[in-house]
């Protein structure tokens, strides 16, 4: 997957050091997608990601990789 330089210079607070982009299996699932802006996610409760935050008892991502990656490949 390529990804803009400057998508990944705004995610740098990212923990995992990009996993995400080498191998998509790790990603959060992208349960719901809001004018490709608000996706809200599915994690298994050990991933910690500093980029999932909730709203109520949704939660969703805040991550620009990925949510660049769900947009352009649709993963």
Known sequence: MEI???IL?????CQ??????KNNNICCKV???VNK????VECSEDNFCSYRMT???SP???CRTRKEI???YGI
């Open 9 to 13: 210079e705004q995610t740098e607070h």
């Open 31 to 33: 349960e719901n997608c």
């Open 60 to 62: 969703f991502c805040t």
């Open 37 to 40: 802006t608000v996706h809200f």
């Open 55 to 57: 709203f109520g008892k």
């Open 4 to 6: 803009d330089k400057k």
């Open 16 to 21: 995992k050091n990009f996993d995400c982009i």
């Open 70 to 72: 769900y947009n352009k």
